[in-house]
């Protein structure tokens, strides 16, 4: 059985995150339930629970919220066309979109006005890559992998590529890589966030000392399932979980050392179920590694400030 956990620092919550986590809580202390957020405020199960018994109400579609109720969008952003929807209802908008997902939205709102045809590397049907693309639903193009690259045809117009911010280092690198051996004037912005970059750098620290790495996230999150793949290709047995519940015991058979991380929108709370259990079942050394160290803090939205009310 094991006896040396290892714990991926940085890892679980990013800023964006704790803001979007923040405006919620915030919302729900200020108004009666129901309260409405347009898509799950991240891609947490636990988390998103949690706030459904407290009187949240995710939604797909702005036409689900009643006339001038407050909505709450996402930490991943919405697309334009979801904006005025929610104004043609007469909607009180809360935006809890990252701001480093803002971002991506502004260079390419920009580069489509600029005469630019955008490719957006990213994975199709994701909340972030359909709220970017809907920025210039016209003028962008999702691309995935290389293949989708040699897929592309020709636009005949200059190209502009961003980036999805919860994406592979490496997977994304390839992508880019062919991007650049056809459109070699392209000019490309690595949007992949800084949370992203840090959390697979110690995940894939874990993986070269762990024979067995649990990472904590749920299926619908992105970045929870590249940390997943980014120990795998490090060589590393890697499973993901929701949480403790999740896990097979049999998994820690001839495991020595145990490497834990979590995905960035996932609270220190489910960790700690797993690190007592571990405890319990005979690891007596609990080592942090470091890889880097946080300090981004994101200011909540301006309509915190004051109290909510009606357009």
């Known amino acids: 059985m094991p006896h040396t956990l290892l714990l991926a620092a940085p890892r679980g919550f990013c800023a964006g995150v ?19 957020a347009f898509h799950e405020i991240v891609h947490n ?7 459904e018994r407290r009187g949240a109400v995710f939604v797909d579609s702005v036409e689900e919220v ?15 066309e979801v904006v005025r929807r929610a104004q043609e209802r007469r909607l009180r908008v809360i935006d ?24 957006l590397v990213g994975h199709e049907g994701h909340d972030e890559v359909v709220g970017t693309t809907g920025e210039a639903p016209e003028r962008t193009r999702v691309v995935d992998s290389p293949a989708d690259v ?16 919860t994406l592979s280092v490496d997977d994304t690198a390839a992508t880019i890589e062919e991007i650049r051996a056809h459109y070699p004037q392209a000019e490309i912005r690595n949007d992949i966030c800084y949370a992203t970059t840090n959390r697979q750098a110690a995940v894939r620290a ?10 904590v996230g749920s299926e619908n999150s992105s970045n929870s399932v590249r940390l997943r793949e980014v120990a795998a ?11 403790l519940e999740e896990i097979d015991p049999a998994w820690y ?59």
């Not at 803001?19 to 200020?30: F, H, M, P, S």
């Not at 009643?66 to 334009?80: K, L, Q, T």
């Not at 590393?236 to 949480?243: E, L, P």
């Not at 050392?257 to 797993?274: M, Q, R």
């Open 253 to 311: 058979d001839g495991v020595e050392v145990v490497g834990l991380t979590a995905g960035a929108s996932v609270p220190d709370e489910l960790l700690d179920l797993i690190i007592a259990d571990l405890r319990e079942r005979g690891v007596t050394q609990v080592e942090p590694v470091v890889v880097a160290t946080e300090t981004v803090e994101f200011r909540l939205p301006e309509e915190l400030a004051l109290p909510v009310i009606e357009a």
């Open 233 to 243: 290709a490090a060589g590393a047995t890697a499973y993901r979980v929701d949480g």
């Open 150 to 165: 040699r897929a592309l045809a020709d636009g005949g117009r200059p190209v502009f590529v961003v980036t999805q911010t």
């Open 18 to 36: 704790v803001r979007a986590i923040d405006v919620l809580d915030q919302v729900l202390e200020r108004e009666e339930p129901p309260v409405y």
């Open 66 to 80: 009643p006339e001038g109720a407050c909505i709450v969008f996402s930490a991943h952003g919405v697309s334009p």
């Open 96 to 119: 809890a979109t990252c701001p480093l997902v803002t971002k991506v939205h502004l260079e390419t709102r920009k580069a489509a006005r600029d005469g630019f045809d955008v490719l």
């Open 45 to 51: 199960r636990y988390v998103v629970d949690s706030f």
């Open 206 to 215: 874990l993986a070269e000392r762990a024979g067995l790495v649990i990472v």
